[in-house]
Each structure stands twice: as C-alpha cells, then as structure tokens.
Nanobody, 127 residues
Framework: QLQLVESGGGLVQPGGSLRLSCAAS????????MGWFRQAPGKEREGVSC????????KYGDSVKGRFTISRDNAKKMVYLQMNSLKPEDTAVYYC????????????????????WGQGTQVTVSS
C-alpha cells in the first residue's frame, strides 16, 4: 500500500530554517516525480516544488524560489524540502505528493497532476 509520511514541521522564527522529510513506502520511489505543496487556512493548496525521478530536474513556485530546495534519496525512499529565510506567509500545512510520471509538470505545479498524498506537517513561522 502506497504511503507518504511527512515530518519535520514546527514553529520557527522569521528568517529561520526547517527541513521537511517525506518517507515513502509501498512503491518504488525511483520511477516517480515527487512534489511538495502547502495549504494555509482559507486558501487553496499551492504547489511549492517538484523534483523528477532522477533528480535531474527541479521546479519551484515563484513565492519560494531562491529560498527552498527540494531533494531526494531514492535508496532511502526519502524526499526533502530545505526551507531557508522563512517568512510568516510560509505558514501552512505542507504536503508531500507522488506524481504518476517520472517528470514534473511542464506548466505549473498543480495538485491534480499528483496522484498520492501524505497527511501533512504543520509549519508555523512566527516571532
């Protein structure tokens, strides 16, 4: 059974850093592109980042470019999101998602392009 479990969320001050992890099980991670999304209260789910199956290609939402870095370790079946220079507007529940293809979407990182989801981890940026 395919399962994605996020961890690493928490409370951090503005300007701080967090590293989110996503543990995958029940499928061969190597074959699939992976993404990170976030959803703040009252807002739509927003695509944060995507990484292709071989890590050869990455993609970021405009709001996080230059601050967030996505990576993966297929041998460990893990996907990571390093978040630096965090801002209060980064506060949201962050979700890991698996895409049914080995490449990221050619247009924007949109939720319908991803097939399986984790339960999410809360990130709060506040002083």
């Amino acid at each position: 059974q395919l399962q994605l479990v996020e961890s690493g969320g928490g409370l951090v001050q503005p300007g701080g850093s967090l590293r989110l992890s996503c543990a995958a099980s029940g499928f061969t991670l190597d074959y699939f592109a992976m993404g990170w999304f976030r959803q703040a209260p009252g807002k739509e789910r927003e695509g944060v980042s995507c990484i292709s199956s071989s890590s050869g290609s990455t993609k970021y939402g405009d709001s996080v470019k230059g601050r967030f870095t996505i990576s993966r370790d297929n041998a460990k079946k893990m996907v990571y999101l390093q978040m630096n220079s965090l801002k209060p507007e980064d506060t949201a529940v962050y979700y890991c998602a698996a895409r049914g293809f080995d490449t990221c979407p050619t247009d924007a990182i949109k939720a319908p392009y991803f097939a399986s989801w984790g339960q999410g981890t809360q990130v709060t940026v506040s002083s």
